[in-house]
């Protein structure tokens, strides 16, 4: 790795970091009981200085510094540039477009993360008083998005069973992850992003907003777990009828069997391991078309 290149990493680190002083602040406002109207507007610009941050901490990690300096970028050490506070970036929407153009995003998610900035320049500039669980509102529902496609980025098609919680510090993220509004738009994101082939139940927030991407790895619009589909996989429940209810261990099997448990019910379930089946002369386990192909595990058992 060139010394360069672990510059721009060290840049990208620099706005990471910043992004989330605001972004955990701001959430500590918003959620705070006691907030008042004027909070609530202090909360909307250090939430939405966050998400631009996160949006340019997208761009820098995956293009370099140049993808959001204004012209060319003056000769010297990139680190020593970004620190000094003479470089022009670009705004928020110029921004939006270069990572709309390189991921695509769907219609819900573009006029959400269009409405950040009109809702702080309505707050900060015009609004003399506004309902603080209003502002909760607005400002949860467009965290789904940020968060997942600015702060996680393409780890969510490298996930190491990650989650939100390496952005948001315990008491904000167990605040925010159990807010109803926000749980109710993860569901709506992750049915309607373009990136989505299938949706299930996620095992660690137990929402209904664990997608199945076209890269082969889960990603949860509300928690924010990220891993690969090997981690896991889903079975209709015997119990209570749920189709992919059941959330099984792909990786180990005993006895022709992977056991789960059902993510509604909560009842345990054994699952049939198909590469077993065929092995064995199972004919149960061959017509068990819930288990997903697991043959290169299977294949260890004798």
């Keep these: 790795m060139s010394l360069m290149t672990v510059r721009h ?18 959430l500590k406002i918003l959620f705070d009981e006691r907030s008042t109207a004027s909070d609530a507007k202090v909360s909307v610009i250090a939430i939405q200085t966050a998400i631009e941050l996160l949006a340019k901490y997208r761009l820098v990690r995956h293009f370099g510094l140049s993808a959001i300096i204004r012209g060319s970028v003056p000769e010297g050490d990139p680190l020593a540039l970004a620190t000094s ?27 959400m993360l269009e409405g950040v900035q009109q809702l702080r320049n309505s707050l900060a500039h015009f609004a003399a008083d506004v309902e603080v669980e209003n502002v909760r509102l607005e400002l949860s529902w467009l965290l789904v998005s940020a968060l997942a496609m600015f702060a996680a980025g393409t780890d969510r098609d490298y996930g190491e069973m990650e989650t939100h919680a390496r952005f948001l510090n315990k008491a904000n993220f167990d605040r925010l992850i159990g807010f109803r509004p926000y749980r109710a738009q993860a569901v709506d994101i992750s049915n309607d992003s373009p990136d989505t ?27 924010g777990l990220a891993t690969v589909t090997l981690a896991a996989g889903f079975a209709d429940c015997q119990h209570c009828n749920r189709a992919n209810g059941v959330c099984y261990d792909r ?17 345990t379930a054994a699952v049939p391991c198909r590469f077993w089946g065929i092995k064995r002369g199972n004919q149960r386990a061959l017509d068990a078309a819930s288990c997903i192909d697991c043959g290169a595990v299977g294949s260890e058992a004798s």
């Design 197 to 223: 082939i299938e949706v299930f139940r996620c095992w660690e927030c137990k929402e209904d907003s664990l997608a199945l991407r076209h890269s082969e790895n889960y990603f949860c619009h509300c928690c």
């Design 85 to 111: 506070g003479r470089l022009r970036t670009l705004g928020y929407g110029e921004c939006l477009k270069l990572i709309d153009k390189d991921e695509g995003f769907s219609d819900s998610e573009r006029e």
């Design 9 to 26: 990493s060290e840049v990208a680190d620099l706005v990471f970091q910043n992004a989330l002083d605001f972004l955990n602040s701001g």
């Design 251 to 267: 990786l180990n099997s005993n006895e022709g069997f992977h056991h789960g448990k059902c993510l509604f019910c909560n009842k």
